[in-house]
């Protein structure tokens, strides 16, 4: 049973408008959230985390929001580029259960110029 | 060399060779882990290490055994592999802590291996 899943295998966007991308967990003693961004060839890059203390967490393009109460978070990248065009993953952890990340499928963001 | 490196980035091998994949962080971290990545499947955590000892296992088959001799390095060690092993291997490190700022885990850019 998938803990954490990204239920969106793709996503298509257009250059320099929103993209959004989705993930949704099960496990309600998950604190930590991170996403990763993935080139091909390439290992993941960190992108971005949240801890569950709060709802928002922004960094220059990337945003992203928890919902608690619905076990989803989100990513936000304003405005895209193509080179935004990667694997993303979202994985989430317990704090103080040896920082095990779980991590989601991964959804392909394509940025179309 | 910064960050995270991984050797060989491509391996190919016979169901009866014995291989060893090698990782190396140059980040200071006190903690490493190997992941398995498959076709169509999300990453899978396979071994973790903090402060050289192994502290997860999860439910890996014997055929690969992790090796830390210290907190800098981490091999993989592979014998008698089935073709459905043949997956990118990445591993990573981390600093873990008290602060939540730094238990985010760094990769490397993985070993693609193929089983035949």
């Known amino acids: 049973d998938q803990q954490v899943k990204q239920n969106s295998p793709s996503l298509s966007v257009q250059e320099g408008r929103i993209s959004i991308l989705n993930c949704d967990y099960t496990?309600?003693?998950?604190?930590?959230f991170l996403w990763y961004k993935k080139y091909p060839a390439e290992g993941p890059t960190f992108l971005i985390s949240?801890?569950?203390?709060?709802d928002k967490n922004e960094d220059g393009r990337f945003t992203v929001f928890l919902n608690k109460s619905a076990k989803h978070l989100s990513l936000h990248i304003v405005p895209s580029q193509p080179g935004d065009s990667a694997v993303y993953f979202c994985?989430?952890?317990?704090?103080?259960?040896?920082?095990?990340?779980?991590f989601g499928g991964g959804t392909r963001l394509m940025v179309k110029p | 060399e910064t960050g995270v490196t991984q050797t060989p980035r491509h391996l190919v091998m016979g169901m009866t060779n014995k291989k060893s994949l090698k990782c190396e962080q140059h980040?200071?971290?006190?903690?490493m882990y190997w992941y398995k990545q498959s076709a169509k499947k999300p990453l899978e955590l396979m071994f973790v290490?903090?402060?050289?000892?192994?502290?997860e296992n999860n439910s890996v088959p014997s055929r690969f055994s992790p090796e830390c001799p210290n907190s800098s390095h981490l091999f993989l060690h592979l014998h008698t592999l089935q073709p459905e092993d043949s997956a990118l291997y990445l591993c990573?490190?981390?600093?873990?802590?008290?602060?939540?700022?730094?238990?985010?885990?760094?990769f490397g850019p993985g070993t693609r291996l193929t089983v035949l």
């Open positions: 990573a490190s981390s600093q873990t802590g008290t602060s939540r700022s730094i238990d985010t885990q760094y």
């Open positions: 496990n309600s003693m998950f604190d930590y």
């Open positions: 949240i801890s569950s203390i709060k």
């Open positions: 994985a989430a952890s317990v704090r103080n259960a040896g920082n095990m990340l779980t």
């Open positions: 980040l200071g971290h006190n903690a």
């Open positions: 290490y903090s402060l050289e000892e192994r502290v």
